[in-house]
């Protein structure tokens, strides 16, 4: 299996990569975002017990923090590693461009790379939030739907979390090496 996923992934270029990366994994997680999101939301109007509101409030800020890590891959990084995978493209070369160089590679790749720190951080407390599988109280079919949407969205987190971390990241890097871009 991994080395399917090796054979599947590394052949592929940057620009591609990201066009894959952002259409199978980061539009899979807004759709489950928003479906588990509606859920939460309907829960707030049921009146329920303390430990199920302080999970669907504690389900809505993850959501929250899960939609603001795929907004900033959306507006920053999927257009410069675009316009990243084009320089590469064309043999662009950094080190010529005398100081005019807008695009600051170094800061772009600290940041993502902060960003993935965070979806590391993000994962952890999806699973320390989780209702207990089996426990004495019996959760409304309202609830484990909910934890399930929640279940859904941590196996694709964590599916994203490791081809950005094995995969995506590297690339960029491969790519900043081959434009001259320092790092």
């Known amino acids: 299996m991994k ?48 430990t199920t509101s302080q999970y669907t409030t504690l389900c809505s800020k993850l959501i929250a ?8 891959r959306r507006d920053i990084y999927i257009p410069y590693i675009q316009e990243l995978a084009e320089k590469a493209t064309k043999e662009h070369n950094c080190s010529n461009c005398s100081g005019t ?18 979806i590391k951080s993000i994962l952890y407390r999806l699973q320390m939030v989780s209702l207990p599988l089996y426990s004495e109280t019996i959760y409304p079919d309202a609830y484990r739907i909910l934890r399930n949407q929640m279940a859904l969205i941590e196996n694709n987190l964590t599916e994203l979390f490791f081809l950005e971390e094995h995969y995506l990241i590297p690339k960029v890097v491969e ?6 871009a320092g790092s």
């Open 101 to 118: 160089c807008k695009v600051n590679h170094d800061m772009q790749l600290l940041e993502l790379k902060a960003s993935h720190n965070n």
């Open 175 to 180: 790519a900043q090496k081959k434009i001259n």
């Open 3 to 50: 080395r399917m996923l090796h054979e599947q992934y590394s052949m592929i270029g940057l620009a591609d990569f990201m066009e894959k990366l952002s259409e199978e994994c980061y539009s899979a997680l807004e759709k489950l975002c928003e479906s588990a999101n509606m859920q939460a939301d309907k829960l707030d109007g049921l009146e329920s017990q303390q």
């Open 65 to 72: 923090e899960i939609r603001q890590c795929l907004k900033t």
